[in-house]
């Protein structure tokens, strides 16, 4: 080797290991930094499953829950199903595999959620349920509004409207769900025995704006003599409400389920004549509270009814 390549060879080799030293401590930090236990493993992490954030109702659900969780010194985990039981099981397991404390369950489809409560029982996780029913497993707490009541309810006033005469178009939720079946089956125990009610047609709109708007469109194209609208939520209604303005059908009582802000003032301005009002941020609060009381070992109240009112 020549003499002058000498100390380049030195200094290049000095260089390398240099780097090379930095190098090492530099990507083993984030690994020794790293908290040792998630935030979802914590004595105080409570999960909440939701059925979807596209609906007005279950987005101020989750903010009750979010400021109750807050008030409480609880970290709330949210998952989003989307509307869909599978996506909403596999959620469930994730937040099993993270330790949560508690799962709140607020589910797409009461019988597909079954095997997804009896992963968390398994696991020794507590589950509370949120508005809507799960058929099975071993549930600590029920949160909701009486759907059947509220069916009633709005059949009762629905029946007032129309002097108990006339043919009327109900527009149901998503096939499955406990809030879909048990508000239909008080509609139907307050509209069914008057004879001079007719329900023409009954078709399912998933809680869902845009399928209430179509739903309800395809009802008028088939009979335009339908003089009141049951929608068993305020979304579907208000798509109701869409397609009878389109027909050019006034004086139709269209009556929806939830008391969300755009019904309300659809209320007000006279395009709808009433809502059962639920209310959201309540069932997402007192569901925050339960959990706080399973975690400082209490036991919370099998059911716990949240109270209903007409808004017209």
């Known amino acids: 080797m020549k003499t002058w390549l000498k100390p380049l060879l030195i200094a290049s080799?000095?260089?390398?290991?240099?780097?090379?030293?930095?190098?090492?401590?530099?990507?083993?930090?984030?690994?020794?930094?790293?908290?040792?236990?998630t935030a979802a493993a914590s004595?105080?992490?409570?999960?909440?499953?939701?059925?979807t954030q596209n609906n007005p109702f279950f987005v101020t659900l989750k903010q009750g829950a979010e400021e109750a969780a807050k008030a409480n010194g609880l970290t709330l985990i949210t998952v989003d199903a989307q509307d869909d039981a599978a996506k909403q099981i596999a959620s469930i397991e994730d937040l099993i595999q993270k330790k949560v404390k508690v799962i709140l369950i607020n589910p797409t489809d009461s019988d597909a959620l079954v095997s997804a409560v009896k992963q968390a029982n398994a696991a020794k996780i507590p589950v509370i349920t949120l508005d809507r029913s799960i058929s099975g497993g071993e549930i600590i707490s029920h949160i909701a509004s009486d759907n059947v009541a509220g069916g009633k309810?709005?059949?009762?006033?629905?029946?007032?409207k129309i002097g108990k005469q006339g043919e009327i178009a109900e527009l149901e939720g998503i096939a499955g769900s406990s809030a879909a079946r048990e508000r239909g089956q008080g509609f139907h125990a307050g509209v069914d025995a008057e004879k001079g009610v007719k329900v023409a047609a009954k078709q399912p709109a998933d809680f869902d704006r845009a399928k209430g708007l179509?739903?309800?469109?395809?009802?008028?194209?088939?009979n335009k003599k339908i003089k009141a609208v049951f929608a068993h939520n305020d979304e579907m209604a208000l798509g109701a409400v869409q397609a009878l303005e389109a027909a050019g059908l006034k004086n139709v009582i269209v009556v929806g389920f939830d008391?969300?802000?755009?019904?309300?003032?659809?209320?007000?301005?006279?395009?709808?004549?009433?809502?059962?009002?639920?209310?959201?941020?309540?069932?997402?609060k007192m569901g925050i509270e339960a959990a706080k009381?399973?975690?400082?070992?209490?036991?919370?109240?099998?059911?716990?009814p949240v109270p209903l009112e007409l808004v017209k």
């Open 214 to 222: 179509s739903v309800m469109e395809n009802i008028l194209q088939g």
């Open 259 to 284: 008391a969300t802000t755009d019904a309300v003032a659809a209320v007000k301005a006279g395009k709808m004549a009433a809502t059962v009002q639920q209310k959201p941020e309540l069932i997402g």
């Open 153 to 160: 309810m709005a059949a009762a006033f629905l029946l007032e």
């Open 13 to 37: 080799m000095a260089l390398a290991f240099s780097a090379c030293s930095k190098q090492g401590p530099e990507s083993a930090a984030p690994e020794a930094s790293a908290p040792p236990v």
């Open 43 to 51: 004595n105080n992490t409570v999960g909440l499953a939701i059925s």
């Open 293 to 304: 009381k399973i975690i400082d070992g209490q036991t919370p109240e099998k059911n716990i």
